[in-house]
Structure formats: structure tokens, C-alpha cells
Nanobody
Framework: QVQLVESGGGLVQPGGSLRLSCVAS????????MRWFRQGPGKERELVAA???????NYVESVKGRFTISRDNAKNTMYLQMNSLKPEDTAVYYC?????????????WGQGTQVTVSS
């Protein structure tokens, strides 16, 4: 099975930047999509950003122009670059990858990493 390890979370001031990384334990063949979710205090989990195997990207309206999702296939890694952070971005962020490995379609999730935006 594929395990995802996240890093890059932490405490940052409003207007600051963070880059989240998500490293897969093995390469996936024909990735369907890579996604970042987040869940803020007292809120339900929401989709933040997604990128397909063809490179098409989508973002929730609240982060457009500030967040960028990307991938590095050679490193089995995807990223979420977060700029101009706001207090409302405070949440636990989760990475999600769906793709093929060992002849099986898998849907893997990271453990989550805390992002806190505060003065």
C-alpha cells in the first residue's frame, strides 16, 4: 500500500507563507488526481486544491491567487505553496493521492499537518 508523509506545517503570521510537502512511499502509475484538503476548528473537511494527471488544477474560491498545487513525479512528491496566509486558513491540512500501484487503484491519505496563522 502507499503511505503519504506530510511536512511543512507550523505557526506563521498573517501575510506569511508556508509550503506543505507530501511524499509517497512508492511511485504510482497513472495517477488519477492529487488533492489537498483542510479541516478548520469546528468545520467540516473541504477540498482546497486538486491537480489531475494531465496537470489541470482547481482551487476553492477562498484560496485562488494565494495557493498553488504542484507535483514532482521524480521525487514522488506533491506540494501546496501557500502565500498571503490569513487566520481563516488555520486548519489541519491533509494530502490525498489516487492512482494505480501493483495493479490496484488506491486512494491514500496523509496523517494531517497543522497550519496555524496568528499574530
Amino acid at each position: 500500500q502507499v503511505q503519504l508523509v506530510e511536512s511543512g506545517g507550523g505557526l506563521v503570521q498573517p501575510g506569511g507563507s508556508l509550503r506543505l510537502s507530501c511524499v509517497a512511499s512508492r511511485s504510482l502509475f497513472n495517477i488519477v488526481h492529487m488533492r489537498w484538503f483542510r479541516q478548520g476548528p469546528g468545520k467540516e473537511r473541504e477540498l482546497v486544491a486538486a491537480i489531475t494527471s494531465g496537470g489541470s488544477t482547481n482551487y476553492v474560491e477562498s484560496v485562488k491567487g494565494r495557493f498553488t498545487i504542484s507535483r514532482d513525479n521524480a521525487k514522488n512528491t506533491m506540494y501546496l505553496q501557500m502565500n498571503s496566509l490569513k487566520p481563516e486558513d488555520t486548519a489541519v491540512y491533509y494530502c490525498n493521492v489516487k492512482g494505480w500501484t501493483s495493479g490496484t487503484l488506491v486512494d491514500s491519505w496523509g496523517q494531517g499537518t497543522q497550519v496555524t496563522v496568528s499574530s
